[in-house]
DNA sequence: TGAATAGTGTCTGTGAGACAATATTAT
DNA sequence: ATAATATTGTCTCACAGACACTATTCA
């Protein structure tokens, strides 16, 4: 039988609301960027934006690729997530997919995105063994369920099974593995600093952080710990009817 | 092009040393299976164990078909680990491999390894931008050499080039990636009880965290830590020169 | 003046690092 | 007695959670 590889991209990006009351900060959502789907299998539904790997190109690649076809936008945070190979996957055949994760930011999108792409609003609601991700944007709403199973104690290793979604594929899987991923490494890395732009205040670098890990966090603990990773610029912010803030930016410590 | 899938496995234990001195605890040390080649390319050198993945099966049930044809285990630990895709890792044409990572305790093995299937001793030396990995036995002796460079500045995200190794294909790479996750989950999860005994002394499970995170831990503070993972047996064990140990266990808190 | 965020200070509890002290056994 | 590990205790320091307080701006 015939193997076709492809590859997934997880694009995430934060989204800035408008804000009717001028005081407040502008509230912010996690957005993950989707494509419409003009084929069959699936034809019309929405999917992860993705392709072939070609032949003289690695995953890696295809997937540096795919980005900027689809938003213009290279040299960003890409790295491997994981790969998708049940058989039954794809009704075309046995067609594997190595997944990536992009973290971008908005901002930096200067010519439009492709034709099909767009930016959904995605929200977890997570209990015991069910998980529930909801997509939206003013188009579409997308809703994907997923039971949680432990499938090794010692380790605390789950995997999940789709239960339903009215996602393309198995993308709702590799949705629920990317948060995962992303919330982990949140947590262990500056990854987020990935989807920032170069001046920011605490508050806004805080919401951000809010976002992703799904909780309130306090904030003279959170510029305790954020501290050594930033630095300050001497451009300040008047802001709207409070104390202005500072802008800052994302420091390298390589060398510690 | 036609593409070939295949697994390939690192299947990681804890080997215990005979000691002359029979009041010392045993000395332990990282091995790693690795098999003989037996067909070019690569004749004669060592290699991962691993194969295609069949039709109808996928990756995960490669791996653990070949876990139990080399081990004749079954149900212990098997995690993916990152595909490898680069195009010329394999000079027979366009192989992909999913690796896995399996943690396994070698005192299991009731039967016999498969035939070409060999532990190795693992030892790892780690400089500023150089890592060098060595994989001894009573047979044999294999150096990998590797150079690690930035590619993400903002998420400290690296990517590692083999300079020289006398392993076959990329191998030296799917091991050093194998060694990094086993560190990160050893920190963030009970998975190293995956390659403990049922029954076991605080003193050889610190001696294996000790092996795997490659620094001395404190004692009081490592029963401090582990003490809530672990629940006591009844039984006590004499094991030499010194004061008699309490066999434990690993409990599940699956609950909390 | 009040709403809202920016920024600082401080108290408390937890947990890790360091190390000391005691227990127990075989040789 | 001695070497070696087992087990417990304790002191200190770093850090996170919680919350209070001050600063500053615009409407």
Redesign the pocket.
């Known amino acids: 039988m015939e193997i076709k590889y492809t590859t997934d991209l997880l694009i995430f990006a934060i989204d800035d609301k408008e804000n009717e009351?001028?005081?407040?900060?502008s509230k912010k959502s996690l957005s993950l960027l989707l494509v419409k789907r003009t084929k069959e299998p699936f034809k019309n539904m929405w999917c992860l934006p993705g392709g072939f790997v070609f032949d003289n190109e690695t995953s890696l690649d295809a997937a540096k690729r795919i980005l900027k076809k689809e938003t213009n936008l290279q040299n960003f945070y890409l790295e491997q997530l994981k790969t998708f190979d049940e058989i039954n996957r794809d009704p075309r055949g046995r067609i594997i997919s190595t997944a990536y994760i992009s973290l971008v930011d908005k901002k930096m999108i200067k010519q439009d995105l492709s034709k099909n792409a767009v930016w959904f609003d995605l929200e977890i609601i997570e209990e015991k063994n069910n998980i529930c991700i909801n997509l939206r944007n003013e188009l579409d709403s997308i809703n994907i369920n997923l039971l949680k199973n432990i499938v090794n104690e010692k380790s605390k290793q789950y995997n999940y099974k789709l239960v339903n979604s009215n996602i393309a594929f198995d993308h709702g899987l590799i949705i629920n593995e990317g948060i995962k991923d992303l919330r982990k490494k949140a947590n262990s890395s500056d990854i987020i600093f990935n989807m920032m732009p170069n001046k920011f205040?605490?508050?806004?670098l805080?919401q951000v952080y809010e976002i992703i890990l799904n909780k309130?966090?306090?904030?003279?603990?959170?510029?305790?710990?954020i501290a050594s990773k930033i630095e300050?610029t001497n451009e300040?912010i008047?802001?709207?009817?409070?104390?202005?803030?500072?802008y800052?930016k994302y420091k390298n410590n390589l060398g510690e």
């Open positions: 009351n001028c005081r407040e900060l205040t605490i508050g806004e805080k309130k966090l306090i904030n003279s603990a959170f510029r305790r710990v300050p300040i008047k802001n709207g009817g409070h104390r202005p803030s500072q800052f």
